[in-house]
Structure formats: C-alpha cells, structure tokens
C-alpha cells in the first residue's frame, strides 16, 4: 500500500506570494491533518480534515487554509507568505476522524520563503 | 492552553544502556496519548499509543511507555537501546473534546546511542 504523498517536497517562495501544497492519503483513509514543523516550536497542528470537512483547527491565522476534495486529496494554501512561514509543513492520514487513531505521515513539504 | 512538555532535548547513551523519555502534559480532560519516531531521513512513524486500559504500552521494537494520569505523565522506556534506535522522539496527545480532536507534540528529544 503506497504512502502519504506529498508535493512538491521543496518550495521557495518570495515574502507576499501564495502557495498551495498537497497531500494524498493513503488508499482508503479519510480523514488529513496538516502540520507545521519548525525548530522554534516543534510540531505545530494546523487543521484536520474528514469527508471534506474541517473538524478542528490549530492556533494559525486565517491566511492559512485547506480543503478535502471527495477522493480525500487535501490541499493547504498559506497566502500573503511571512519569513516565518518557512518550515517544513507535514500532512498525516488515518482512517478514523478526530484524530483518535494512529497518524500515517508524509515526508513534508519544505517550504523557505525569503 | 493544553500544552505537552518532554524533559530532555538531546539523551547520549551507550549502546545496551536503559532508556526513560519524560513526557508530561496539561489538559484535565479525556486524553490520547502517543509516541513518535522519526529516524534519520525518514517519516515520523508510530511507536506505541494508549487510548484506555492497562496504563503500560508495550509499542515496537521493544519501546514501553507508562500512562500515569495522576502525575499527567506518558514516559517512554526501553530496558536496553541500540545504536540503531539513534532518532528523535515525539510525545503527543489528542486532547479530546465535543470539538473533535486536536494533537499536540512535545518539543522532541534526540536520543543519540553510541556504538
């Protein structure tokens, strides 16, 4: 059974710009969370996602976003890009909502914004 | 604010000496707790976890960890580590509520195991 998908796996951005990145699930597990990693504050939970719903979501500010599309690909978009944006920004899957189950994570997305 | 505090940010160790990882958290409610791996180069994968029951998770690759709900702690423990057990160690927990879940990690430890 293949694994949590991510892409792209490196990113650079410019400070102000936009970027979209994307995560497929395992076959079968519908429910996403996004994290963000950072040496200054860790693992950092941004959003869960279940049946193309957010269940719950982390202390970011509204210029981070998400959304699940049917086949429970998920998608996070960060507009208006900070310096202190850059991390690296993992996605995890499981098969139950809540968060109540083992996470299957992907490798990240590392993002730099300069 | 809920919040999960691991005592040690980097443990060196010889090989076939015992492991404790510390994790303490604070949230008064219905917890899931959890440990995470991440070896060099690769995902973060799940060690053990603890949901209800008995308090002692026995995990992979010989990991235990014991739940203490009057000390809010979830300690990490390994009787003789390897040098292949070389990674850093996540404590989470899925602090529950009507709200669905959210998980929150420690800061991470370094085990680093010398040969």
């Known amino acids: 059974k293949a694994g949590v998908t991510q892409t792209p796996r490196y990113l650079i951005k410019t400070r102000g710009q936009q970027v979209t990145l994307s995560c497929s699930p395992i076959s079968g597990h519908r429910s996403v969370s996004w994290y963000q990693q950072t040496p200054g504050q860790g693992l950092q939970f941004l959003f869960e996602y279940f049946s193309e719903t957010q269940r719950n979501k982390g202390n970011f500010p509204g210029r981070f976003s998400g959304r699940q599309f049917s086949n429970s690909r998920s998608e996070m978009n960060v507009s208006t890009l900070e310096l202190g944006d850059s991390a690296l920004y993992l996605c995890?899957?499981?098969?139950?909502?809540?968060?109540?189950?083992?996470?299957?994570f992907g490798p990240g997305t590392r993002l730099t914004v300069t | 604010a809920q919040s999960v505090s691991q005592h040690n940010h980097h443990v060196i160790l010889s090989e076939a000496a015992s492991l404790e990882l510390g994790c303490n958290y604070s949230y008064g409610g219905t917890v899931n707790l959890f440990w995470y791996v991440q070896y060099p180069g690769q995902h973060l994968q799940l060690l053990l976890k603890y949901f209800s029951g008995d308090p002692l998770v026995k995990g992979i690759k010989g990991f235990e960890a014991e739940f203490i709900k009057s000390k809010f702690s979830f300690n990490l423990r390994k009787p003789s580590v390897q040098w292949s057990d070389t990674a850093e160690y996540f404590c989470?927990?899925?602090?529950?509520?009507?709200?669905?879940?959210?998980?929150?990690f420690g800061q991470g430890t370094e085990l680093s195991v010398k040969p």
């Open positions: 989470a927990v899925n602090a529950l509520s009507n709200q669905g879940g959210k998980l929150i």
């Open positions: 995890a899957s499981s098969l139950l909502p809540g968060l109540a189950d083992e996470q299957y």
